[in-house]
């Protein structure tokens, strides 16, 4: 499979160093960014690997299998729909786009080529959560009672500052609280309705959202709350973290902590042996071990090669995860709780 890397920033670097655990499976025969000083960082990572000035120009030009998006939001659709069109398959990352429509237009590009598209809702793919899913599903300790998360970390500029403009990037609530959205609906299905509440004291914001709490209305046996932020100080660790309470447990993740998870049954605490994702995936690689990222390459790799499109996040569950942080930001703006179609 020959992979073209549209984005060399924080993201598209990291996938790029992934690809390296995939040889031969995979080769990376194309980076394109738009900025000189990633393209030369590329070049250094990357020697022999050809380089364009922009996604646009390596998707008219290279002849390219797989493409993975790592370019601002507001660009996704555009290089995605562009790559569907090519003939390629997609690995975009999450948030999928700004709005629904958009998303949508990514969808019927993917139908239209019969290419997979793929959004990086990595949680699905994160061994925390997805054992966290497997108590919700299994109900081995009754069923959930309540579920609190959190995602807090200092501020993402980004190139040209795309992360503090809610026009190209939608701003924290909907870039990075969304995982914890998107760990919502896989796990627990749509809410009923959500009430948000959130704001941003950064002046260079122009009043995107910045800092949010976010209430899922499940009915009255299930509380379901996430915090978000992108305004912690300096020097504060990022952190992600959950407690999920059962009728008969209560498991805490938090990656700041070592282990991570913790699981409080039957009068002792312990700490449960992560789910290998791997195991389920015949990709063929001889890995042993590897992260979410890794992971959620791995199961796409796996889709492309079998011909089977992508279940773990589809492009129409991306797109509801889209919808639900719309829903969200509509919440904060009215202070009035929104229903979810
Ligand atoms: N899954 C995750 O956990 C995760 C984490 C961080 C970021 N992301 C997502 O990854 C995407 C990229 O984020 P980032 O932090 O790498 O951003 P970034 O600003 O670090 O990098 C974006 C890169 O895209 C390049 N670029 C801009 N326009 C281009 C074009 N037309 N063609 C080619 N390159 C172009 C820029 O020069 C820049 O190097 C975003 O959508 C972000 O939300 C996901």
Same mark, same amino acid.
């Given at each position: ?5 549209? !984005? ?34 590329? =070049?250094?990572? @990357? ?6 000035? +922009?996604?646009?120009?390596?998707? =008219? ?14 660009? @996704?659709?555009?290089? +995605? ?72 970390? %200092?501020?993402?500029? %980004? ?10 990037? !939608? ?21 009923? =309705? ?13 009043? %995107? ?5 976010? @209430?899922?209305?499940? %009915? ?50 312990? @700490? ?9 995936? +015949? ?5 042993? +071990? ?52």
């Amino acid at each position: 499979m020959r992979i073209g890397l549209c !984005g060399y920033g924080s993201m598209g670097r990291h996938h790029s160093q992934l690809f390296r655990k995939h040889i031969p499976v995979v080769e990376l025969a194309g980076i394109a960014d738009a900025s000189a000083e990633r393209r030369e960082l590329a =070049a250094q990572d @990357h020697p022999g690997v050809q380089l364009w000035d +922009s996604g646009q120009e390596m998707l =008219a030009n290279a002849n390219l299998d797989v493409v993975f998006v790592c370019v601002p939001t507001y660009l @996704h659709a555009e290089l +995605s729909v562009q790559a569907l069109q090519a003939g390629c398959h997609v690995f975009c990352e999450k948030p999928m786009a700004l709005q629904p429509e958009e998303c949508q237009t990514m969808i019927t590009a993917a139908n239209e080529s019969q290419r997979s598209l793929m959004i990086g809702q990595v949680l699905r793919f994160w061994p925390e959560y997805i054992y966290l899913k497997e108590l919700c599903d299994s109900r081995r300790y009754g069923p959930l009672q309540s579920l609190s998360m959190t995602r807090v970390g %200092g501020v993402s500029t %980004g190139w040209q500052g795309w992360y503090l403009d809610e026009r190209r990037g !939608g701003m924290q609530i909907f870039d990075r609280h969304i995982h914890d959205s998107d760990a919502v609906l896989w796990i627990l299905g749509q809410p009923r =309705a959500v009430q948000s509440y959130g704001f941003s004291l950064d002046p260079h914001t122009a009043g %995107g959202i910045n800092h949010s709490f976010t @209430h899922y209305d499940f %009915g009255p046996e299930l509380l379901v709350s996430a915090e978000g932020s992108a305004d912690m100080p300096a020097g504060f660790p990022f952190t992600a973290a959950y407690r999920a309470t059962f009728a008969r447990a209560c498991l805490e993740f938090n990656s700041r902590q070592q282990p991570t998870l913790t699981l409080y049954a039957d009068g002792q605490a312990s @700490h449960p042996e992560l789910p290998n994702f791997l195991e389920d995936v +015949s990709s063929g690689l001889n890995i042993s +071990s590897a992260g979410p990222y890794f992971n959620e390459q791995a199961y796409f790799f796996a889709c492309v090669r079998a011909g089977r499109k992508p279940a773990t996040v589809t492009p129409e569950s991306a797109m509801q995860t889209i919808k639900l942080v719309r829903a969200e930001i509509a919440s904060c703006r009215s202070a009035k709780p929104v229903t979810i179609q």
